[in-house]
């Protein structure tokens, strides 16, 4: 559109889009066009609302430059400080002459959607990686502009189609989304069966993958990576084998519980009779040298003078033996007391302490364990190299192959055989 003034028409230059990504501006309307009769005049009016940016993009002594202008602006050329504008007016063109140049609207301030939908593919679970699950993906994409310039940069505005902008990104995204998915269950040690649960850890760990990515190839900013569905193939063969499998294994580990529960009361029961039974001959233990104190009081008091009126004795040969008799008894009854305290092993000293493990079975804590009870659960499979391990000490969860203590439990697994 355009106004009348002494030099010819004069134009009205603004973007009047509600939804865009980036517009080009042109008096007849045609897109993309760089001929003369859609030069812009100066003294022209512009109009730059907050949150968009218009760009110049024109050629000067055969080269291209740009200038912007950063909304909000209400205008008109002839006034506006815009370098390229100030050297045309200086030294090529008169007022309301027209000189080429486009300009472009860009948005900074709406946010683009893109819906996606990445086709089946496998899957692996970390337990058996033999057994691939097809799965499916949909979802959104949700990305706006920040840095025009580098997006300018990257892109060429002279030729710009937003729906093939968006192909683009589409594209660049599926083949890149597919392969941070493809090793999400490894590294997060995630079964194909509980993926569905774990949708927002998953958008998470998408976008921090691809933020930088997008940012560099398309100069846009990712804001958001949701999944709206992750489907599993529930009717493919090796997805009820793994189902069928995991129930066995979870089975195995219930019983092993079990069984562990079962032995740790037995084993404390087993330690408490034996504390109070202890605690009873403790009790006793001072009857018992009392007993022997008396028994051989009256042995030495029968060799150490006898009674009154017999053989060698008298009051004082009594009263002698009877002394010396308590004496060496309380010394013979502390020795027997010793003597059993020796026998018996005394108190016993304190269990060493064995550390525990916890153990991650399809992304749930499992445990505690002794280091036996896991070397005894890895001979029947119940746990491998790949399941998860922690105990007190470690910063983060490890692989038990990873883990010191367990290189001896797995059998080792020979190179590849060499090819002749």
């Known amino acids: 559109m355009g106004i009348f003034s002494n030099g010819g028409i004069m134009d009205v230059i603004r973007c009047d889009e509600q939804e865009y990504l980036v517009h080009k501006w042109s008096p007849s309307g045609a897109a993309n066009s760089a001929k003369r009769e859609n030069a812009i005049r100066f003294g022209s009016s512009i109009r730059v609302k907050d949150g968009e940016v218009a760009v110049f993009v024109y050629n000067n002594k055969g080269e291209n430059g740009t200038d912007y202008l950063v ?7 002839k006034t506006i400080n815009i370098p390229f504008i100030a050297d ?23 946010n683009v959607q893109i819906k996606f939908g990445i086709p089946y593919f496998d899957i692996c679970d970390p337990r058996f990686p033999e057994l691939v699950v097809p799965c499916a993906v949909r979802g959104t994409l949700t990305f706006n502009l920040q840095d025009y310039k580098n997006f300018i940069k990257l892109n060429r505005l002279i030729d710009f189609e937003l729906e093939d902008f968006h192909n683009q990104i589409k594209d660049f995204m599926v083949r890149k989304a597919k392969s941070v998915i493809l090793n999400v269950p490894f590294e997060n040690n995630i079964s194909p069966l509980v993926i569905e649960r774990k949708l927002d850890d998953i958008c998470t760990i998408v976008q921090e993958k691809l933020q930088a990515d997008m940012l560099g190839t398309f100069g846009v900013n990712l804001r958001r990576f949701d999944i709206s569905a992750i489907e599993i193939d529930k009717e493919n063969a090796n997805y009820l084998q793994l189902k069928k499998a995991t129930a066995d294994q979870q089975t195995k580990f219930a019983e092993a519980q079990t069984d562990v529960n079962i032995a740790n009361l037995s084993e404390n029961a087993r330690i408490a009779r034996k504390d109070a039974e202890m605690q009873v001959e403790g009790k006793n233990f001072g009857v018992y040298q009392l007993d022997q104190q008396a028994d051989v009081l009256k042995t030495v008091g029968s060799h150490l003078g006898g009674g009154p009126g017999g053989e060698g004795g008298g009051i004082v040969n009594s009263m002698a033996g009877m002394t010396t008799g308590i004496m060496i008894g309380g010394m013979l009854g502390n020795q027997v007391g010793n003597m059993m305290n020796k026998i018996g092993g005394g108190t016993p000293p304190p269990m060493p302490n064995q550390p525990v493990y916890f153990i991650g079975v399809n992304g749930q804590q499992q445990g505690s364990f002794t280091f036996e009870q896991l070397r005894q659960m890895a001979q029947t499979g119940q746990f491998t190299r790949t399941h998860y391990v922690w105990k007190d000490g470690m910063a983060n969860w490890e692989l038990a192959e990873k883990v010191g203590e367990f290189s001896s439990v797995f059998p080792s697994v020979p190179p590849a055989f060499p090819k002749e």
């Open 88 to 110: 045309l007016v200086g030294r090529l063109y008169n007022d309301a002459s027209p000189f080429p140049a486009e300009i472009y609207f860009i948005n900074l301030a709406g």
């Open 71 to 77: 909304g909000p602006y209400d205008g008109f050329l």
